[in-house]
Nanobody, 124 residues
Framework: QLELVESGGGSVQPGGSLRLSCVASTYFVRRYCMGWFRQAPGKEREGVASINNDNSRTYADSVKGRFTISVDNAKKTLYLEMDSLQPEDTAVYYC??????????????????WGQGTQVTVSR
């Protein structure tokens, strides 16, 4: 399992932007399927975005066109750029990783390493 440490959460107004970062305990992040998940109060955790070990990206319909996932191997870091944030994006955001290929990249059972989470709050 990897150690994953998220940062970059905070409070923004609707329409604002944030960039989340997740530093992994390995330089070989490209060998992993990595993803971002979120959990809002009273709701189940849901997949937001993922980048598979072949560099293919998958996004939840609710964030397509607004969120961008990327990885920087040299920095061992996974990013989630979030634009046009809305109140419904308020949640704790988690990064996750799984060695190799994820057949269902937005399903949490595919992942065996998780970060501690970072809070994102979108409100006026």
């Amino acid at each position: 399992q990897l150690e994953l440490v998220e940062s970059g959460g905070g409070s923004v107004q609707p329409g604002g932007s944030l960039r989340l970062s997740c530093v992994a305990s390995t330089y070989f992040v490209r060998r992993y399927c990595m993803g971002w998940f979120r959990q809002a109060p009273g709701k189940e955790r849901e997949g937001v975005a993922s980048i598979n070990n072949d560099n293919s990206r998958t996004y939840a319909d609710s964030v397509k066109g607004r969120f961008t996932i990327s990885v920087d191997n040299a920095k061992k870091t996974l990013y989630l750029e979030m634009d046009s944030l809305q109140p419904e994006d308020t949640a704790v955001y988690y990064c996750a990783a799984q060695p190799g290929w994820c057949p269902y990249p937005l399903i949490e059972r595919d992942y065996n390493s998780w970060g501690q989470g970072t809070q994102v709050t979108v409100s006026r």
